[in-house]
Every structure is written in structure tokens, then in C-alpha cells.
Nanobody, 121 residues
Framework: QVRLVESGGGLVQPGGSLSLSCVAS????????MAWYRQAPGKQRELVAD???????KYAASVKGRFTISVDDAKNAAYLQMNSLKPEDTAVYYC???????????????WGQGTQVTVSS
């Protein structure tokens, strides 16, 4: 099995910064994509940013220029640096991974438990 553990959410004032971390553990062979999604109350879950091996990084238009995704292959970890936060960034943020296990089984839809980010004065 593969498990994702997220950390780093919290309350921040508009214009502030937060950094989220996601660490994958378990039977990990190779990672294809690590991504961050978010879901605000009453809204659908949306992609915030992702990193795909061989394809690079992608960002939602609403966060481009403010958020940065980074991945540490050696640690099987993904990070999301969020700057210039706005109240509309308030949501539960989820880590997602698509990978191959050590037994060469594709695990394409693994989610973390989510971490709350609240942007408010």
C-alpha cells in the first residue's frame, strides 16, 4: 500500500504565505505525477498544480505566479509554496499521486487526507 501524509495548512492573513508538504510512503517504485488539488465549501475539487515526470509543472490560472509546486524524488515528497494568498484560496488542499509500486502495479489515484487552508483577516 501507499500512503500520503500532508502537513502545513493553517490560518493566514490575505497577502500572506503558507507552505504545504506531502510525503508518500509504502511500496513505491516510481512516481509519474504528484499534484495538489483543493476543494472549497460548496465547490468541486479542482487541480491547483501538478508535476509530471517528463512533462513538467502545470498550474491553474487562478494560482499562476503565486503558487509554486516542487518535488523531491529522493524523499517521494511534493511541496506547495503559496504566496500572496487571497480569501478565495480558502479550501481543503489534497495531495494526489500517480505511481508504480515496487511490484509494477499502477496506482493512479491515491489521495491524502487533506489539510485546511484558511485565508482571512
Amino acid at each position: 500500500q501507499v500512503r500520503l501524509v500532508e502537513s502545513g495548512g493553517g490560518l493566514v492573513q490575505p497577502g500572506g504565505s503558507l507552505s504545504l508538504s506531502c510525503v508518500a510512503s509504502g511500496s513505491i517504485g516510481s512516481i509519474n505525477t504528484m499534484a495538489w488539488y483543493r476543494q472549497a465549501p460548496g465547490k468541486q475539487r479542482e487541480l491547483v498544480a501538478d508535476y509530471t515526470v517528463g512533462d513538467g509543472k502545470k498550474y491553474a490560472a487562478s494560482v499562476k505566479g503565486r503558487f509554486t509546486i516542487s518535488v523531491d524524488d529522493a524523499k517521494n515528497a511534493a511541496y506547495l509554496q503559496m504566496n500572496s494568498l487571497k480569501p478565495e484560496d480558502t479550501a481543503v488542499y489534497y495531495c494526489h499521486v500517480d505511481l508504480w509500486t515496487r511490484d509494477y502495479i499502477r496506482a493512479a489515484d491515491i489521495w491524502g487526507q487533506g489539510t485546511q487552508v484558511t485565508v482571512s483577516s
